[in-house]
Structure formats: C-alpha cells, structure tokens
C-alpha cells in the first residue's frame, strides 16, 4: 500500500519538484509538467512554496511576486486538487485550463493590482533604507580604502558555449575529459562555496574574498589583514545578487559536491552534470523555488536562462 502524500512527505519534509516527480505515476505527472509550463508560458505566473496544513499537508499556491491567485492545491496519488476537481485525465485537465482563463480574467485587476502595490511598499522600504545608510557610510568614511572596500569576486558561472560545446561532443560519442572537468569544477566551486557561505553567513561570518580568511564580529563593518574591507550587509547583498546556490534546492546541490568529489570517470562525471541540468529544467518548468536553479550557474535574464535550459532539454 502507498503511503498518502501527508504520510509520504510530513511537515519536516517539505516535498522538492523532483519528489512530486516520483509520487505519482507518469500520467499525472505529465500534466503537472505541461500544467506548470502553461501557466509560466500564458499568465507568467509559477508555484509558490508550499504551505503547511494539518489536514491535508503540503499545500500549493500558484502567483507571482508573493501574491496569489489560486491557493490550496492539493496532492494526492491520484491526482492533484485545483478548488475541488481531481487532475488526472484528458477531461480534467481541460477543465482546469479553461478553470485557470476564467479565474485570471476576474481576478487579473485585482492581482496585478496587488503587485503593484506590493512593490511600491518596498520601493519605499528601500528608501528609506538608503538614507540610513549613507548616514551610517559617513560615519564610517575616515576608516574606508575605497579600493579595498566590498570588493567581491564570488566563483564563476558557467560558459554556456562550452556546454553547448560538451553536449554536442558527447552527443558524437567524443569525451571531452578537460572539458567535462572543467564545467563540472565550475559547478562544483559554485555549489561547494553557495553552501559554506552561506552556513558562515549564518553565524555572521563572512569569507574574505582576498585571502580566504574568516571575518567575524558583531559590527557591520570588517577589516581583514590583508587590507580588504567589507560591509557584513553589503556582503550579503552581493551573494544574493550574484545568485549564489543555496535555498530550496540546496540538498540538490550538496549532493552535487559529494558525488562530484568521488567521481572519477568521463561518464560518472558526465552523468552528475546531466542530473544537475535536468534539475535546472524542472526548477524551471515547475517554479517550486522563487528563481530557477539555473540562474544560479549561468548569466543572463530568467527569459534568456529559461531558453537556454530548454534547448539544452530538449536536444541531451
Ligand atoms: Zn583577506
């Protein structure tokens, strides 16, 4: 007998996409996929994380930007619930999509409405943010070297061309041993580096960027003896804008860095790279995390990632 999804994934486990992915059979699931996809491709709008409940479980949500349109989706082995109709065939798909039209027509005012609104609170916060800042910079200005202050140099992304490159050489049955090692290295220090930083940052250390010392401390401001400074606060920022690993996926890719660290042949290597893209692409096509996996190894716009990822799918 299968466990139930309550049972299946408990409030300690909440369920990644990869998870959904082997609860239900491929029917279903097949139709979680070209539901997700359809949603991002028509109304922009993906699954948010998911929500406690003690009757039902996981709970899922689908908006944009932390606002909501539709809530409650429930998951169970024969389908997923949307406001009451089981998903699971031809028939109930198509009602749902037609569900889905109509309930953004009523509701799309209201929703883009609420974004709006949203983001011109925080608009505000920011600024009223900054100018706590500069006065707090000020004070700081005898100390500072311009030249050494909040420089960051975090690991480097991906070189897209060159996973073109390794795809379409493996593709021809040719292993590219340097450049397997390459791209999976550059994983790999993305991975390994998003994961320490971000324990570190937990204890409100940060990781000299220079010399690779540990920089703690209760001030804002740190010095390090190898002449770099830096803002605790700026630090942060600048790992959350690069896009550092960590977050929703991060059991992905600390499992990335332990079988990355025992493999050793071309195809060993090779396969955990593969892993890791089609994670990207599921990240992608069912926005169970805020921002797909990918963009946190490749540059560019979502739009641009999104595009490089599917290709990259759809062409293995
Ligand atoms: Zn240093």
């Known amino acids: 007998m299968q466990k139930s999804f309550k049972e299946r994934f408990p409030k300690n486990h909440r369920p990644e996409i990869t998870d959904l992915e082997g609860f239900w059979n491929e029917d279903v699931h097949t139709l979680f996929r070209a539901f997700s996809e359809q949603i991002l491709q028509k109304y922009d709008l993906r699954f948010g994380i998911p929500l406690w409940t003690e009757t039902y479980g996981w709970t899922y949500r689908i908006g944009k930007s932390g606002?909501?349109?539709?809530?409650g989706i429930r998951m169970?082995?024969?389908?997923?619930?949307?406001?009451?109709?089981?998903?699971?065939?031809?028939?109930?798909?198509?009602?749902?999509?037609?569900?889905m039209e109509e309930i953004y027509q009523q509701k799309k005012d209201y929703?883009?409405?609420r974004i709006a609104e949203k983001n011109a609170r925080q608009s505000e916060r920011n600024k009223a943010r900054i100018v706590r800042e500069k006065k707090e910079f000020a004070s700081l200005q005898s100390r500072i070297d311009p030249g050494q202050y909040n420089v960051f140099c975090w690991p480097e992304k991906l070189d897209i061309h060159k996973l073109n490159k390794l795809y379409q050489s493996d593709a021809r049955g040719i292993h590219d041993e340097v450049l397997v090692d390459e791209?999976?290295?550059t994983l790999y220090l993305r991975c390994k580096y998003g994961k320490e930083d971000a324990e570190r940052m937990d204890k409100n250390i940060i990781r000299c960027h220079g010399c690779g010392s540990e920089l703690g401390g209760?001030?804002?401001?740190?010095?390090?003896s190898c002449g770099r400074q830096y803002s605790y606060r700026e630090y942060r920022r600048s790992y959350r804008r690069?896009?550092?690993?960590?977050?929703?996926?991060?059991?992905t890719?600390?499992?990335?860095?332990?079988?990355?660290?025992?493999?050793?042949?071309y195809q060993e290597k090779m396969l955990l790279i593969d892993t890791l893209l089609h994670e990207f692409h599921l990240s992608m096509i069912s926005g169970a995390t805020h921002r797909p996996v990918a963009m946190n190894f490749i540059d560019g716009s979502r739009e641009r990632v999104d595009?490089?990822?599917s290709q990259l799918a759809r062409n293995p």
């Open 111 to 113: 929703f883009l409405g």
């Open 218 to 224: 209760e001030e804002d401001f740190r010095q390090c």
């Open 67 to 71: 606002v909501f349109l539709v809530k």
């Open 307 to 309: 595009q490089i990822i």
């Open 183 to 185: 791209i999976g290295l």
């Open 76 to 99: 169970e082995e024969n389908g997923f619930i949307v406001d009451g109709v089981t998903i699971h065939d031809k028939d109930s798909y198509s009602w749902l999509l037609a569900h």
């Open 253 to 265: 890719f600390a499992t990335f860095i332990e079988e990355w660290e025992s493999a050793k042949t």
């Open 242 to 251: 690069n896009n550092m690993p960590t977050g929703a996926a991060a059991k």
